[in-house]
């Protein structure tokens, strides 16, 4: 029993001993209350199987033992875990507490901001849903609503609201910020910012008032002045002229676009970037010495723009930040000063030219322009005008001079004339002076003040106006005394002058001519119309057509009132030639002229013209078949006398060789003579045609000038010719262009005197050929011109040569078959030169015949 005791002692008293070390190692209050109750409940345990029974042997109570230490263990492992988590909660939580007292802090200040000053906060969620509505709701209504806030027409104008909605409405779908000023409908001034912050959609309603209203007024003036500021640069950019502002370092701060043209760079920003000058060194240097002293540069200088030199008047003002100069492009300015003054020069010329008498003063009265016939006028010393008197100077001394009209109150008479240089309007006077002068005066004020006077002496014109008031009744008198009968029909068709050779004609009594018989009606009597003229002379002369015709001419339209001429034959054998035309004042002038004599005479005259037709060509068929038989012998006689000549049928002698030369010379002039009449017969009777060929006009010009070769060495006369090596050729007939040359040639050498020279030139100009032939002979008077190129038309007084007057009608008449013409210049003493041209293509293809 002791034994079973003594165990259950030891058993017990381990669990006690373990409990004591327990509580003296684990300390916290957790431990114990988690590790005491099972201790407690394990020392039951065993308690109860010791006291249960005695049979627990030693080994027993060993494993016992050994699970209460793993139970204790357990517990103990337990516990510290618990201890560990608990331990991290307690940081965690203490963290939170931080993080909210933290959130509750930056609340309150939000609170606290948000209710330092008047305003409402609105905001939008990522959904459609309510948006939150936070602030002082009084700014915008007196009920505090907070869905009456979005209400924008409640509380702000029509057009404010529409605006802030729109806004709005951009802010939510895009995210555009914007800031608006407005005033609301009660009088508050409101400023409407919204943006989007941490994906929500914010708008920021304030009342601007005290400071905040005078910073949004200088945000409005800020903006207008930028908006101003851009407005003036756009303008500046806009000029023709050069704007640029400089800095404090007097560098380019900002040009515009013509400055960046001047400078020869794409833009601005280059001009800027490269820092180019339009200025010169001396320039900016002055420039810089008066904006270091406060003034203002102005000069004009000599610059390159564009590459082109001109003339600037450049301004240069100093600003508190560094300078903005200007340059004006005055060179067109002073081209068209230089350009004005040579204008009123050559207007002073051409006003110093009129008759009419011109002076001009200024607003101060004073004489600055005068020409000669204002001078001349009034007789006046032209030193002592140039000292510009004034105008009542001037008067003085013409009323001193007895020169102006006569007036009984003289002063009130200049007062009244120099009051014009206070009207606007033109006034006119006419000045009768002594002598029996009268002169229209015209006083006309300028834009200047002054006036200019024009003073014309219209004494003539009186006179003139008077001789003609005497020859309107001459013209009366001299219509009567003509033989051609005129009548005058005015606009109205009715008859408004004749003469008695009208009368004659158509038998009228001339008082019938002024006034038509009274009407039934008593109406007074008028001047007969064109019917009543036309009913009684249908009488004489029934050819309706012309009666058709003249009524259209006096009473028709416009168009059909037309200048014409009609042969009248009357009933009575005799014939008029009636001729109409308008009048300038819309009348119409009839004539009619008795013809019958000179109609007897041209008959007279024609049959005799025909006589003298036939015989022209009878003469001609003659002269062509002299001609014809005179060539024959003159070549047997030619042919003999080179036979002759060459000494086959023996030697001559010097006298016989002498007078053979003679008769060559003859014959060959004879043969020329007859080959000159065989052609113009031959074109007479349109027989002649021309060879169209190519002619070189270098190997024509040289055979022409071979052939007077004789006659240039005989005569002591030198030959010029000029024609460039590439002429080329022309399409004629050489043999005609030849022939015309040598005729020229010939007829220049027979007019010049040994040692003078003649010219013969060639050259082309567009489309034609041209041939000059001139000489340094006696000339020819202009009477002789006229008839030059007339058949056998000479001019051989004073000179050695005498032709048959052939040469220059051959000339022309072959030049204008190849559709060319001829022109002669003759200066008496000087020479003549004579133009051939000749068209480069003939017209008619290869063969021309004369027309």
Same mark, same amino acid.
Request: proline share 4%; glycine share 8%; aromatic share 6%.
């Given at each position: 029993?002791?034994?079973?005791?003594?165990?259950?002692?030891?058993?017990?008293?381990?669990?006690?001993?373990?409990?004591?070390?327990?509580?003296?190692?684990?300390?916290?209050?957790?431990?114990?209350?988690?590790?005491?109750?099972?201790?407690?409940?394990?020392?039951?345990?065993?308690?109860?199987?010791?006291?249960?029974?005695?049979?627990?042997?030693?080994?027993?109570?060993?494993?016992?033992?050994?699970?209460?230490?793993?139970?204790?263990?357990?517990?103990?492992?337990?516990?510290?875990?618990?201890?560990?988590?608990?331990?991290?909660?307690?940081?965690?939580?203490?963290?939170?507490?931080?993080?909210?007292?933290?959130?509750?802090?930056?609340?309150?200040?939000?609170?606290?901001?948000?209710?330092?000053?008047?305003?409402?906060?609105?905001?939008?969620?990522?959904?459609?849903?309510?948006?939150?509505?936070?602030?002082?709701?009084?700014?915008?209504?007196?009920?505090?609503?907070?869905?009456?806030?979005?209400?924008?027409?409640?509380?702000?104008?029509?057009?404010?609201?529409?605006?802030?909605?729109?806004?709005?409405?951009?802010?939510?779908?895009?995210?555009?910020?914007?800031?608006?000023?407005?005033?609301?409908?009660?009088?508050?001034?409101?400023?409407?910012?919204?943006?989007?912050?941490?994906?929500?959609?914010?708008?920021?309603?304030?009342?601007?008032?005290?400071?905040?209203?005078?910073?949004?007024?200088?945000?409005?003036?800020?903006?207008?002045?930028?908006?101003?500021?851009?407005?003036?640069?756009?303008?500046?950019?806009?000029?023709?002229?050069?704007?640029?502002?400089?800095?404090?370092?007097?560098?380019?701060?900002?040009?515009?676009?013509?400055?960046?043209?001047?400078?020869?760079?794409?833009?601005?920003?280059?001009?800027?970037?490269?820092?180019?000058?339009?200025?010169?060194?001396?320039?900016?240097?002055?420039?810089?010495?008066?904006?270091?002293?406060?003034?203002?540069?102005?000069?004009?200088?000599?610059?390159?723009?564009?590459?082109?030199?001109?003339?600037?008047?450049?301004?240069?003002?100093?600003?508190?930040?560094?300078?903005?100069?200007?340059?004006?492009?005055?060179?067109?300015?002073?081209?068209?000063?230089?350009?004005?003054?040579?204008?009123?020069?050559?207007? *002073?010329?051409? %006003?110093?030219? $009129?008759?009419?008498? @011109? +002076? /001009? #003063?200024?607003?101060?009265? &004073? !004489?600055?322009?005068? =020409?000669?016939?204002?001078?001349?006028?009034?007789?006046?010393?032209?030193?002592?005008?140039?000292?510009?008197?004034?105008?009542?100077?001037?008067?003085?001394?013409?009323?001193?001079?007895?020169?102006?009209?006569?007036?009984?109150?003289?002063?009130?008479?200049?007062?009244?004339?120099?009051?014009?240089?206070?009207?606007?309007?033109?006034?006119?006077?006419?000045?009768?002076?002594?002598?029996?002068?009268?002169?229209?005066?015209?006083?006309?004020?300028?834009?200047?003040?002054?006036?200019?006077?024009?003073?014309?002496?219209?004494?003539?014109?009186?006179?003139?106006?008077?001789?003609?008031?005497?020859?309107?009744?001459?013209? *009366?008198?001299? %219509?009567?005394? $003509?033989?051609?009968? @005129? +009548? /005058? #029909?005015?606009?109205?068709? &009715? !008859?408004?002058?004749? =003469?008695?050779?009208?009368?004659?004609?158509?038998?009228?009594?001339?008082?019938?001519?002024?006034?038509?018989?009274?009407?039934?009606?008593?109406?007074?009597?008028?001047?007969?119309?064109?019917?009543?003229?036309?009913?009684?002379?249908?009488?004489?002369?029934?050819?309706?057509?012309?009666?058709?015709?003249?009524?259209?001419?006096?009473?028709?339209?416009?168009?059909?009132?037309?200048?014409?001429?009609?042969?009248?034959?009357?009933?009575?054998?005799?014939?008029?030639?009636?001729?109409?035309?308008?009048?300038?004042?819309?009348?119409?002038?009839?004539?009619?002229?008795?013809?019958?004599?000179?109609?007897?005479?041209?008959? *007279?005259?024609?049959?005799?013209?025909?006589?003298?037709?036939?015989?022209?060509?009878?003469?001609?068929?003659?002269?062509?078949?002299?001609?014809?038989?005179?060539?024959?012998?003159?070549?047997?006689?030619?042919?003999?006398?080179?036979?002759?000549?060459?000494?086959?049928?023996?030697?001559?002698?010097?006298?016989?060789?002498?007078?053979?030369?003679?008769?060559?010379?003859?014959?060959?002039?004879?043969?020329?003579?007859?080959?000159?009449?065989?052609?113009?017969?031959?074109?007479?009777?349109?027989?002649?045609?021309?060879?169209?060929?190519?002619?070189?006009?270098?190997?024509?010009?040289?055979?022409?000038?071979?052939?007077?070769?004789?006659?240039?060495?005989?005569?002591?006369?030198?030959?010029?010719?000029?024609?460039?090596?590439?002429?080329?050729?022309?399409? *004629?007939?050489?043999?005609?262009?030849?022939?015309?040359?040598?005729?020229?040639?010939?007829?220049?050498?027979?007019?010049?005197?040994?040692?003078?020279?003649?010219?013969?030139?060639?050259?082309?100009?567009?489309?034609?050929?041209?041939?000059?032939?001139?000489?340094?002979?006696?000339?020819?008077?202009?009477?002789?011109?006229?008839?030059?190129?007339?058949?056998?038309?000479?001019?051989?007084?004073?000179?050695?040569?005498?032709?048959?007057?052939?040469?220059?009608?051959?000339?022309?008449?072959?030049?204008?078959?190849?559709?060319?013409?001829?022109?002669?210049?003759?200066?008496?003493?000087?020479?003549?030169?004579?133009?051939?041209?000749?068209?480069?293509?003939?017209?008619?293809?290869?063969?021309?015949?004369?027309?």
């Amino acid at each position: 029993m002791e034994s079973r005791h003594g165990f259950g002692r030891a058993l017990w008293g381990a669990p006690a001993r373990l409990r004591a070390r327990l509580r003296a190692s684990v300390s916290p209050a957790g431990l114990l209350g988690g590790s005491v109750p099972l201790l407690l409940g394990t020392q039951a345990v065993f308690a109860q199987s010791g006291f249960a029974g005695d049979m627990f042997n030693e080994t027993q109570g060993v494993i016992g033992f050994s699970a209460f230490v793993a139970l204790v263990i357990f517990s103990a492992s337990t516990a510290i875990l618990h201890l560990t988590g608990r331990r991290a909660w307690s940081q965690r939580e203490s963290r939170l507490v931080a993080d909210l007292t933290s959130a509750r802090a930056a609340l309150d200040r939000a609170n606290v901001f948000l209710s330092a000053e008047s305003q409402i906060v609105v905001a939008w969620g990522m959904s459609n849903g309510e948006p939150d509505i936070e602030g002082d709701l009084s700014i915008v209504m007196d009920v505090p609503v907070p869905r009456r806030v979005l209400g924008f027409g409640s509380w702000l104008p029509p057009e404010a609201a529409r605006n802030v909605e729109g806004c709005v409405e951009r802010l939510r779908a895009r995210g555009e910020s914007f800031r608006l000023s407005m005033a609301s409908l009660t009088g508050r001034q409101l400023e409407i910012e919204g943006r989007a912050v941490g994906g929500r959609a914010v708008m920021r309603i304030r009342d601007v008032s005290g400071d905040r209203l005078e910073l949004a007024r200088l945000r409005e003036r800020h903006i207008q002045a930028m908006m101003e500021l851009d407005s003036l640069q756009a303008m500046l950019d806009a000029l023709p002229s050069p704007a640029w502002m400089r800095d404090k370092q007097g560098q380019l701060a900002w040009t515009n676009a013509a400055y960046a043209r001047a400078v020869d760079v794409v833009d601005a920003r280059e001009a800027i970037a490269r820092n180019a000058e339009l200025l010169d060194t001396q320039a900016r240097e002055a420039a810089r010495q008066l904006r270091g002293a406060g003034s203002i540069w102005r000069s004009r200088v000599p610059a390159v723009v564009a590459g082109q030199r001109h003339v600037l008047d450049v301004t240069d003002v100093p600003t508190r930040g560094g300078s903005a100069g200007f340059a004006a492009d005055r060179t067109e300015i002073e081209a068209m000063r230089a350009d004005l003054s040579r204008q009123m020069e050559a207007n *002073a010329r051409t %006003l110093d030219q $009129l008759a009419t008498a @011109v +002076a /001009v #003063f200024d607003r101060a009265k &004073r !004489l600055v322009f005068y =020409n000669s016939a204002y001078r001349q006028l009034w007789g006046l010393d032209a030193g002592w005008l140039d000292q510009q008197p004034t105008d009542s100077e001037i008067l003085d001394r013409l009323r001193a001079e007895r020169k102006l009209p006569e007036q009984a109150d003289f002063r009130s008479w200049k007062a009244a004339l120099l009051a014009t240089y206070q009207s606007t309007e033109t006034v006119q006077h006419i000045w009768y002076l002594p002598r029996e002068r009268n002169l229209r005066v015209v006083v006309n004020p300028n834009a200047q003040g002054g006036v200019t006077y024009l003073f014309d002496d219209v004494t003539e014109r009186d006179q003139l106006e008077s001789q003609f008031n005497s020859l309107i009744g001459v013209q *009366a008198e001299t %219509l009567d005394a $003509l033989k051609e009968g @005129v +009548a /005058v #029909f005015g606009s109205d068709g &009715r !008859l408004k002058l004749s =003469n008695q050779a009208f009368a004659d004609l158509w038998q009228y009594d001339r008082a019938q001519l002024h006034v038509s018989p009274p009407n039934a009606s008593g109406t007074q009597p008028r001047p007969p119309h064109i019917d009543d003229i036309i009913a009684h002379c249908r009488d004489l002369c029934p050819d309706e057509s012309l009666w058709t015709t003249l009524r259209s001419a006096v009473a028709g339209l416009h168009d059909a009132r037309m200048r014409s001429e009609y042969r009248v034959q009357r009933q009575d054998g005799r014939v008029l030639d009636c001729a109409a035309a308008p009048l300038p004042d819309g009348a119409t002038l009839i004539t009619f002229l008795d013809v019958t004599a000179s109609i007897k005479v041209a008959r *007279a005259l024609t049959e005799r013209n025909e006589a003298l037709v036939a015989t022209q060509e009878l003469r001609d068929n003659f002269v062509h078949h002299v001609s014809y038989e005179l060539r024959s012998p003159l070549n047997s006689l030619s042919g003999f006398v080179e036979l002759l000549a060459d000494g086959r049928t023996g030697p001559l002698n010097a006298k016989q060789g002498e007078y053979l030369g003679y008769i060559q010379k003859s014959s060959a002039a004879l043969i020329a003579i007859t080959d000159n009449i065989l052609d113009l017969a031959t074109i007479d009777a349109n027989t002649l045609e021309l060879s169209i060929s190519e002619v070189d006009i270098a190997k024509t010009i040289k055979a022409a000038s071979e052939g007077v070769q004789d006659r240039l060495a005989e005569e002591s006369i030198k030959l010029n010719v000029v024609a460039f090596d590439d002429i080329g050729s022309f399409e *004629a007939d050489e043999a005609r262009v030849r022939q015309v040359l040598y005729n020229l040639l010939s007829n220049a050498i027979g007019f010049s005197a040994p040692g003078q020279s003649v010219t013969l030139a060639a050259f082309r100009r567009s489309d034609e050929i041209v041939f000059k032939v001139s000489d340094e002979g006696r000339g020819m008077p202009p009477e002789v011109l006229d008839r030059i190129f007339n058949r056998l038309e000479t001019n051989s007084i004073g000179a050695r040569h005498r032709g048959a007057g052939l040469g220059l009608s051959i000339v022309r008449s072959f030049v204008e078959l190849h559709g060319g013409r001829v022109q002669i210049e003759s200066v008496p003493g000087e020479g003549t030169v004579v133009t051939c041209f000749f068209p480069a293509r003939h017209s008619s293809g290869r063969v021309a015949k004369a027309s």
